[in-house]
Nanobody, 120 residues
């Protein structure tokens, strides 16, 4: 019943910006930690940024100072503002969230992924 829907990916030139959004919907009791991961071809999936329900954030060293994660709890949505994009940022970006469901408990959920391509 829980679904994460991502949007905002696309093609952008180096130095450009994109803003990713991920909205959770369904039968949920509470959303805890949320985050963004990415996976480039031939690379392992890596954590890009995470944010707790209280707003505490953490970032991969490679994106510090360029990316900003935020959330709107009223909209059950997490965002990733990506500035000063580099070709090495090219990857499929996945939203994830720890969500409790009535009668089930906490589960990990993933979005379908959205492609971000940084190229001239």
């Amino acid at each position: 019943q829980v679904q994460l829907v991502e949007s905002g990916g696309g093609l952008v030139q180096p130095g450009g910006s994109l803003r990713l959004s991920c909205a959770a919907s369904g039968n949920m009791f509470r959303i805890y930690d949320m985050g963004w991961y990415r996976q480039a071809p031939g690379k392992q999936r890596e954590l890009v940024a995470g944010i707790t329900s209280g707003g505490s954030t953490n970032y991969a060293d490679s994106v510090k100072g360029r990316f900003t994660i935020s959330r709107d709890n009223a909209k059950n949505t997490v965002y990733l503002q990506m500035n000063s994009l580099k070709p090495e940022d090219t990857a499929v970006y996945y939203c994830n969230a720890d969500i409790s469901r009535p009668g089930i408990g906490v589960m990990h959920y993933w979005g379908q992924g959205t492609q971000v391509t940084v190229s001239s």
